[in-house]
Structures are given as C-alpha cells and as structure tokens.
C-alpha cells in the first residue's frame, strides 16, 4: 500500500535545531493528511503537528513557536523543522499519515520512526 520513510533524526545539544523529513511511497493515490507524533520511553505517543490537505496546521502545546511543520505535496512529503531543542523533545519522532491507496479506499500508515535525543 503506503510506505512512510522517516530521516533527519539525531543527537544534538539543548538549543539546536534538526529538520525530520517523511516521505510516502507506493500505491499511492491521494494524501488527506500527514502529522508527526513522538514517543519517549516510558510515555504514550503523542501528537506533535499535524497538517492536512488544506494546508490547515495543528501544533502541540509543548512545540508552538519552536517547531515547524510543512508539507510538499509534489514529493508526498512533510518535514518538521525543530528549533530551540529542549531535553524534553526526546522521543522516537513517527511520520502518520491518512491516505487513499485508490480512489476510495484509504487507510492510516505509519513510518518506522526516527530517533531524537537532545542532551543539556
């Protein structure tokens, strides 16, 4: 069906930034939307931005003004740019997406997740 593949995830210092990218593949026919949610260990995943066909965007409280999602619907992708990183932000970042596979079935996917660690 989907394939969502995730990258940009890595280690970095409280204050720095990174930019995750997700790209979904396959028998793809049309996206509805497209978020990013993040685990840490010992935590339930949660939503951190959102953005759907309408361009209309969702942030999580704990992320307003720091990160920023976007999307390109030419490459079927979304990217989440995270500045001012906090320790906090650590978690295993997911890519989710709601999409149709043909012109009227649709399902929920999910990337592999990608790794980000931030250290004080």
């Known amino acids: 069906q989907v394939q969502l593949v995730e990258s940009g995830g890595g280690s970095v210092q409280a204050g720095e930034s990174l930019r995750l990218s997700c790209v979904a593949s396959?028998?793809?026919?049309?996206?509805?939307?497209m978020r990013w949610y993040r685990q840490a260990p010992g935590k339930q995943r949660e939503l951190v931005a959102g953005?759907?066909?309408?361009?209309?965007?969702t942030y999580a409280d704990s992320v307003k003004g720091r990160f920023t999602i976007s999307r390109d619907n030419a490459k079927n992708a979304v990217y989440l740019q995270m500045n001012n990183l906090k320790p906090e932000d650590t978690a295993a970042y997911y890519c989710?997406?709601?999409?149709?596979?043909?012109?009227?079935?649709?399902?929920?996917?999910w990337g592999q997740g990608t790794q980000v660690t931030v250290s004080s």
């Open positions: 396959g028998s793809l026919f049309r996206i509805v939307a």
């Open positions: 989710n997406s709601y999409a149709y596979y043909t012109s009227t079935n649709w399902n929920e996917f």
């Open positions: 953005i759907n066909a309408g361009q209309a965007i």
